[in-house]
């Protein structure tokens, strides 16, 4: 073979090693993982788009730059997983200044109205936390029902994995009250129990009405900047009826 012509093959090799190598590189995504649990209607793995809490926070971040994908877990799982870093974050989760040791919190993306339930004919009232001191209510563990709720040591409150878990508690008469979110609570007994949903009844006062974050974990390797852009996302997703839209699309 010719100097010439080794030289040429030589400059061709390196150019096309150097081109293939480069494509990974430049077409790479910021892919950010989030963590939750199922809860429908807000976010659900058996939901169209997994809900529309779900397809909003997609879209403002692919908006921004990021492939965002969705992890469903259990609760408390979720939480210690993201703390760590392991998960880049949680969709969907309330404002503790608990979490503020571990999580930056996004621009608040919806709010939640918490109620309790009970079966009709146990003729509960309740006005205040101290009229529920006689009874056995169920939590999910690792959420966070507000400040008031969660310092009322008094009640008996009895911890499960999941809200399903507890609508069913509830149902069989294993528990006397429920405490969750008026819109999930309704859509599981909608869905999946609807011949017994006459059976149950929503106290007219709510507990409490909390609004919903994306939280980022300071371990992220993204924890500088995605919420910034994320919340950019957000607010031109405001402006310009994305938002209303997606609500639309999902019959809110």
């Known amino acids: 073979m010719s100097t010439k012509r080794f030289w040429i093959l030589s400059v061709f090799s390196f150019q096309l090693f150097s081109f293939l190598f480069s494509i990974p590189a430049a077409s790479k995504e910021k892919t950010i993982v989030l963590a939750t649990d199922e ?83 146990r003729e509960i009232q309740y006005r205040e936390l101290q009229d529920l001191v006689n009874y056995k209510i169920g939590v999910v563990k690792g959420y966070n029902y507000g400040d008031e709720f969660e310092r009322a040591n008094y009640l008996n409150k009895i911890g499960n994995y999941n809200v399903e878990s507890n609508v069913l508690l509830l149902l069989k008469g294993r528990i006397d009250i429920l405490v969750g979110s008026k819109k999930v609570i309704n859509m599981i007994l909608e869905e999946n129990h609807f011949s017994e949903q006459s059976r149950v009844q929503m106290s007219e006062i709510p507990l409490i009405s909390q609004k919903l974050y994306i939280l980022i974990s300071h371990q992220s390797q993204y924890h500088e900047n995605a919420l910034s852009d994320f919340n950019h996302s957000f607010k031109s997703m405001e402006t310009d009826g994305t938002i209303e839209a997606i609500l639309s699309k999902h019959g809110f």
Request: charged share 25%; with cysteine; glycine share 6%.
């Open 39 to 121: 809860w429908a209607p807000y976010y659900s793995r058996h939901l169209k788009q997994q809900g529309f809490l779900a397809e909003i926070t997609k879209e403002a971040f692919h908006r921004a730059g990021y492939d965002c994908q969705i992890k469903f877990v259990p609760w408390e799982r979720a939480m210690t997983l993201a703390q760590k870093g392991i998960y880049d974050g949680i969709l969907g989760a309330y404002h503790t200044h608990q979490r503020e040791e571990y999580f930056h919190y996004s621009l608040p993306i919806t709010e939640d109205q918490l109620h309790f339930f009970w079966l009709k004919d």
